[in-house]
Protein backbone atom coordinates (compact mmCIF):
# COMPACT_ATOMS: atom_id res chain seq x y z
CA UNK A 1 0.00 0.00 0.00
CA UNK A 2 1.51 3.29 -1.01
CA UNK A 3 1.77 6.09 1.63
CA UNK A 4 -0.58 7.96 -1.13
CA UNK A 5 -3.53 5.37 -0.94
CA UNK A 6 -5.19 7.20 2.28
CA UNK A 7 -4.95 10.58 0.68
CA UNK A 8 -6.65 9.30 -2.44
CA UNK A 9 -9.33 7.66 -0.83
CA UNK A 10 -9.74 10.57 1.35
CA UNK A 11 -10.34 12.32 -1.90
CA UNK A 12 -12.54 10.00 -3.84
CA UNK A 13 -14.89 8.66 -1.65
CA UNK A 14 -16.52 11.93 -0.90
CA UNK A 15 -17.26 11.97 -4.52
CA UNK A 16 -18.51 8.15 -4.58
CA UNK A 17 -20.72 9.16 -1.57
CA UNK A 18 -22.18 11.49 -3.93
CA UNK A 19 -22.50 9.66 -6.82
CA UNK A 20 -24.19 6.54 -4.99
CA UNK A 21 -26.76 9.14 -3.55
CA UNK A 22 -27.42 10.50 -7.05
CA UNK A 23 -28.01 7.19 -8.05
CA UNK A 24 -30.60 6.34 -5.19
CA UNK A 25 -32.12 9.50 -5.64
CA UNK A 26 -33.20 9.07 -9.25
CA UNK A 27 -33.41 5.58 -8.75
CA UNK A 28 -36.34 6.39 -6.23
CA UNK A 29 -37.57 9.22 -7.38
CA UNK A 30 -39.77 10.29 -10.92
CA UNK A 31 -39.85 13.59 -12.40
CA UNK A 32 -42.79 14.91 -13.43
CA UNK A 33 -43.54 17.87 -16.02
CA UNK A 34 -45.59 20.33 -16.49
CA UNK A 35 -48.96 19.69 -18.49
CA UNK A 36 -48.29 16.03 -18.42
CA UNK A 37 -48.66 12.91 -16.18
CA UNK A 38 -47.01 9.95 -15.00
CA UNK A 39 -48.54 6.64 -15.11
CA UNK A 40 -47.19 3.77 -12.49
CA UNK A 41 -47.56 0.02 -13.13
CA UNK A 42 -47.32 -2.76 -11.57
CA UNK A 43 -47.26 -6.34 -13.81
CA UNK A 44 -48.55 -4.57 -16.43
CA UNK A 45 -51.53 -3.22 -14.12
CA UNK A 46 -52.21 0.62 -14.00
CA UNK A 47 -51.91 1.24 -10.27
CA UNK A 48 -51.48 5.08 -9.63
CA UNK A 49 -50.94 8.42 -11.40
CA UNK A 50 -48.70 10.85 -10.59
CA UNK A 51 -49.93 14.70 -11.85
CA UNK A 52 -48.36 17.03 -9.55
CA UNK A 53 -45.36 18.68 -11.06
CA UNK A 54 -42.04 18.42 -9.03
CA UNK A 55 -40.10 15.46 -7.89
CA UNK A 56 -41.76 12.57 -6.43
CA UNK A 57 -40.63 10.04 -3.97
CA UNK A 58 -41.43 6.53 -5.51
CA UNK A 59 -39.32 3.72 -3.72
CA UNK A 60 -40.80 1.34 -5.38
CA UNK A 61 -39.99 2.03 -8.68
CA UNK A 62 -36.19 0.32 -7.90
CA UNK A 63 -38.10 -3.05 -8.08
CA UNK A 64 -38.17 -4.84 -11.68
CA UNK A 65 -41.58 -5.55 -11.81
CA UNK A 66 -43.00 -1.62 -11.79
CA UNK A 67 -42.88 0.38 -15.12
CA UNK A 68 -43.75 3.93 -15.84
CA UNK A 69 -45.61 6.03 -18.68
CA UNK A 70 -45.07 9.22 -19.21
CA UNK A 71 -48.13 10.77 -21.24
CA UNK A 72 -48.47 14.75 -22.25
CA UNK A 73 -51.18 16.70 -21.83
CA UNK A 74 -50.17 19.15 -24.41
CA UNK A 75 -52.24 20.63 -26.71
CA UNK A 76 -51.49 18.22 -30.20
CA UNK A 77 -52.96 18.21 -33.78
CA UNK A 78 -53.74 15.97 -35.91
CA UNK A 79 -53.28 16.71 -40.15
CA UNK A 80 -54.64 15.07 -43.09
CA UNK A 81 -53.37 16.12 -46.10
CA UNK A 82 -54.87 15.36 -49.51
CA UNK A 83 -58.13 13.57 -48.61
CA UNK A 84 -59.64 12.86 -51.77
CA UNK A 85 -63.81 12.17 -51.30
CA UNK A 86 -66.27 12.03 -53.74
CA UNK A 87 -69.22 14.01 -53.35
CA UNK A 88 -73.00 14.04 -53.41
CA UNK A 89 -72.57 14.78 -57.41
CA UNK A 90 -69.39 11.67 -57.69
CA UNK A 91 -67.04 14.67 -58.31
CA UNK A 92 -63.47 14.03 -56.41
CA UNK A 93 -63.40 16.26 -54.15
CA UNK A 94 -59.19 17.11 -52.22
CA UNK A 95 -59.86 18.76 -48.59
CA UNK A 96 -56.89 18.87 -46.04
CA UNK A 97 -58.42 18.75 -42.29
CA UNK A 98 -56.86 19.74 -39.18
CA UNK A 99 -57.97 18.52 -35.83
CA UNK A 100 -56.06 20.07 -32.82
CA UNK A 101 -57.24 17.73 -29.52
CA UNK A 102 -56.03 17.07 -25.92
CA UNK A 103 -55.83 14.55 -23.67
CA UNK A 104 -58.32 15.13 -20.80
CA UNK A 105 -58.08 11.78 -19.49
CA UNK A 106 -54.60 9.70 -19.67
CA UNK A 107 -55.85 6.65 -18.39
CA UNK A 108 -58.48 6.26 -21.12
CA UNK A 109 -55.99 7.34 -23.66
CA UNK A 110 -53.70 5.05 -22.91
CA UNK A 111 -55.36 1.91 -21.70
CA UNK A 112 -58.32 2.15 -23.87
CA UNK A 113 -57.46 2.60 -27.18
CA UNK A 114 -54.05 1.15 -28.37
CA UNK A 115 -52.12 3.60 -30.97
CA UNK A 116 -54.10 6.81 -30.17
CA UNK A 117 -52.46 9.36 -32.51
CA UNK A 118 -52.98 6.33 -35.98
CA UNK A 119 -56.79 5.53 -34.29
CA UNK A 120 -57.34 8.85 -34.26
CA UNK A 121 -56.12 9.57 -37.60
CA UNK A 122 -58.85 6.68 -38.68
CA UNK A 123 -61.85 8.14 -37.00
CA UNK A 124 -61.45 11.68 -38.40
CA UNK A 125 -60.44 9.75 -42.03
CA UNK A 126 -63.50 7.83 -41.78
CA UNK A 127 -65.88 11.00 -40.83
CA UNK A 128 -64.59 13.29 -43.29
CA UNK A 129 -65.51 10.82 -45.94
CA UNK A 130 -68.80 10.13 -44.49
CA UNK A 131 -69.68 13.64 -43.95
CA UNK A 132 -68.54 15.40 -47.26
CA UNK A 133 -69.78 12.27 -49.07
CA UNK A 134 -73.42 13.69 -48.73
CA UNK A 135 -72.52 17.16 -50.00
CA UNK A 136 -71.55 18.91 -53.40
CA UNK A 137 -68.96 20.86 -53.90
CA UNK A 138 -70.28 24.33 -53.92
CA UNK A 139 -71.90 23.28 -50.08
CA UNK A 140 -68.11 21.89 -49.17
CA UNK A 141 -66.38 25.10 -50.34
CA UNK A 142 -68.97 27.68 -48.69
CA UNK A 143 -69.30 25.67 -45.70
CA UNK A 144 -65.99 24.59 -44.29
CA UNK A 145 -66.77 25.94 -40.81
CA UNK A 146 -69.91 24.36 -40.59
CA UNK A 147 -68.64 21.37 -41.48
CA UNK A 148 -65.81 21.71 -39.15
CA UNK A 149 -68.54 22.39 -36.08
CA UNK A 150 -69.62 18.88 -37.54
CA UNK A 151 -66.84 16.90 -37.97
CA UNK A 152 -66.21 17.43 -34.66
CA UNK A 153 -69.61 16.73 -33.46
CA UNK A 154 -69.49 13.31 -35.32
CA UNK A 155 -66.11 11.81 -33.63
CA UNK A 156 -67.10 13.42 -30.15
CA UNK A 157 -68.63 10.43 -28.82
CA UNK A 158 -65.60 8.19 -29.79
CA UNK A 159 -62.74 10.70 -28.53
CA UNK A 160 -64.42 11.08 -25.06
CA UNK A 161 -64.26 7.23 -24.84
CA UNK A 162 -60.70 7.63 -25.13
CA UNK A 163 -60.20 10.10 -22.70
CA UNK A 164 -59.46 12.75 -25.89
CA UNK A 165 -61.33 16.28 -26.07
CA UNK A 166 -61.12 17.98 -29.58
CA UNK A 167 -60.86 21.44 -28.99
CA UNK A 168 -60.69 22.81 -32.97
CA UNK A 169 -61.68 20.74 -36.65
CA UNK A 170 -61.84 22.73 -39.95
CA UNK A 171 -61.47 21.88 -43.34
CA UNK A 172 -57.75 23.76 -44.34
CA UNK A 173 -57.68 23.41 -47.97
CA UNK A 174 -60.72 23.02 -50.84
CA UNK A 175 -59.40 21.83 -54.07
CA UNK A 176 -60.49 19.62 -57.54
CA UNK A 177 -58.55 17.21 -59.84
CA UNK A 178 -57.29 19.21 -62.26
CA UNK A 179 -58.82 17.51 -65.31
CA UNK A 180 -62.12 18.52 -63.01
CA UNK A 181 -60.84 22.23 -62.80
CA UNK A 182 -60.46 22.69 -66.30
CA UNK A 183 -64.01 21.00 -66.92
CA UNK A 184 -65.68 23.11 -64.38
CA UNK A 185 -64.28 26.32 -65.49
CA UNK A 186 -65.28 25.62 -68.91
CA UNK A 187 -68.39 25.06 -67.87
CA UNK A 188 -68.50 28.36 -65.66
CA UNK A 189 -67.31 30.09 -68.76
CA UNK A 190 -69.96 29.48 -71.06
CA UNK A 191 -72.71 30.11 -67.79
CA UNK A 192 -71.13 33.55 -68.06
CA UNK A 193 -71.05 33.96 -71.63
CA UNK A 194 -75.21 32.73 -72.26
CA UNK A 195 -75.86 35.24 -68.80
CA UNK A 196 -74.08 38.32 -70.98
CA UNK A 197 -75.84 37.49 -74.17
CA UNK A 198 -78.74 37.28 -72.32
CA UNK A 199 -78.25 40.62 -70.22
CA UNK A 200 -77.46 42.37 -73.49
CA UNK A 201 -80.75 41.20 -75.05
CA UNK A 202 -82.41 42.65 -72.01
CA UNK A 203 -80.56 45.75 -72.19
CA UNK A 204 -81.18 46.02 -76.12
CA UNK A 205 -85.29 45.45 -75.64
CA UNK A 206 -85.58 47.79 -72.62
CA UNK A 207 -83.59 50.38 -74.42
CA UNK A 208 -85.69 50.27 -77.22
CA UNK A 209 -88.46 50.59 -75.20
CA UNK A 210 -87.38 53.47 -73.53
CA UNK A 211 -87.15 55.30 -76.84
CA UNK A 212 -90.88 54.28 -78.00
CA UNK A 213 -92.09 56.00 -74.88
CA UNK A 214 -90.04 58.70 -75.36
CA UNK A 215 -90.83 59.64 -78.95
CA UNK A 216 -94.92 58.58 -77.91
CA UNK A 217 -94.47 61.63 -74.81
CA UNK A 218 -92.28 63.79 -77.15
CA UNK A 219 -95.17 63.91 -80.08
CA UNK A 220 -97.71 64.19 -77.50
CA UNK A 221 -96.10 67.17 -76.12
CA UNK A 222 -95.24 68.67 -79.54
CA UNK A 223 -98.89 67.81 -80.68
CA UNK A 224 -100.27 70.05 -77.40
CA UNK A 225 -97.74 72.87 -78.12
CA UNK A 226 -98.57 73.10 -81.83
CA UNK A 227 -102.38 73.16 -80.77
CA UNK A 228 -101.59 76.39 -78.32
CA UNK A 229 -99.95 77.94 -80.68
CA UNK A 230 -102.93 78.78 -82.40
CA UNK A 231 -104.91 79.65 -79.19
CA UNK A 232 -102.03 81.91 -78.77
CA UNK A 233 -102.79 84.13 -81.69
CA UNK A 234 -106.34 83.90 -81.64
CA UNK A 235 -106.16 85.32 -78.21
CA UNK A 236 -103.60 87.93 -79.35
CA UNK A 237 -105.69 89.14 -82.55
CA UNK A 238 -108.93 89.55 -79.83
CA UNK A 239 -106.94 91.97 -78.12
CA UNK A 240 -105.37 93.89 -80.69
CA UNK A 241 -109.00 93.74 -81.99
CA UNK A 242 -109.70 96.14 -79.21
CA UNK A 243 -107.00 98.71 -80.84
CA UNK A 244 -107.78 98.96 -84.43
CA UNK A 245 -104.93 101.29 -85.47
CA UNK A 246 -102.39 98.75 -83.16
CA UNK A 247 -104.31 96.11 -85.40
CA UNK A 248 -103.57 97.78 -88.40
CA UNK A 249 -99.83 98.71 -87.74
CA UNK A 250 -99.00 94.65 -86.76
CA UNK A 251 -101.31 93.68 -90.25
CA UNK A 252 -98.71 96.18 -92.31
CA UNK A 253 -95.38 94.88 -90.84
CA UNK A 254 -97.07 91.38 -91.31
CA UNK A 255 -97.29 92.25 -94.72
CA UNK A 256 -93.67 93.66 -95.12
CA UNK A 257 -92.06 91.12 -93.93
CA UNK A 258 -93.33 88.67 -95.93
CA UNK A 259 -91.38 90.64 -99.19
CA UNK A 260 -88.29 88.60 -99.94
CA UNK A 261 -85.90 91.68 -101.19
CA UNK A 262 -83.24 89.45 -102.41
CA UNK A 263 -85.66 87.50 -104.38
CA UNK A 264 -88.29 90.20 -105.92
CA UNK A 265 -89.05 93.66 -106.47
CA UNK A 266 -91.84 95.11 -105.27
CA UNK A 267 -93.93 98.25 -106.32
CA UNK A 268 -95.88 99.99 -103.13
CA UNK A 269 -96.98 103.13 -102.50
CA UNK A 270 -98.62 103.84 -105.90
CA UNK A 271 -102.15 105.60 -105.27
CA UNK A 272 -105.32 104.88 -107.89
CA UNK A 273 -104.77 108.19 -109.35
CA UNK A 274 -101.36 108.07 -110.09
CA UNK A 275 -98.90 105.51 -111.78
CA UNK A 276 -99.95 101.48 -111.09
CA UNK A 277 -97.84 99.08 -109.96
CA UNK A 278 -97.55 97.19 -112.89
CA UNK A 279 -96.95 100.59 -115.27
CA UNK A 280 -94.28 101.19 -112.62
CA UNK A 281 -92.75 98.14 -113.14
CA UNK A 282 -91.93 98.91 -117.03
CA UNK A 283 -90.23 101.83 -116.50
CA UNK A 284 -86.63 101.29 -117.55
CA UNK A 285 -84.38 101.84 -114.96
CA UNK A 286 -81.35 104.62 -115.46
CA UNK A 287 -77.87 102.84 -115.01
CA UNK A 288 -75.72 104.08 -112.75
CA UNK A 289 -72.65 106.48 -113.41
CA UNK A 290 -69.14 105.40 -114.40
CA UNK A 291 -66.23 106.72 -112.87
CA UNK A 292 -65.11 107.95 -116.47
CA UNK A 293 -68.18 110.05 -116.99
Known amino acids: ?67 LKHVSLRRDF ?14 TVIVDV ?14 AVAHLHESLHSLVMHATLSLLGRRTFYEIL ?23 AIELAFLQKVSLLPEVSSRILSTIAARLGRARAELLEVGRLA ?34 GAEPKVLAAYNELYRLSLLRPHRSTAFIGFGEDGLRAAEAAMIPQTPPPTASS
Open 1 to 67: MTPYFPLALGLFAPLAIALGLWLLLRATTVEVEDEAVVLVEQFGKHVATLKDPGLVWLPSRMLPWVS
Open 78 to 91: LQLSEVHVADRQGT
Open 98 to 111: WIDYRIIDPVKAEY
Open 142 to 164: CDRSELGELLKSDIRTDTERWGV
Open 207 to 240: VASIEAETSVKVATLMAEAKGQYPLAIGRAMTQL
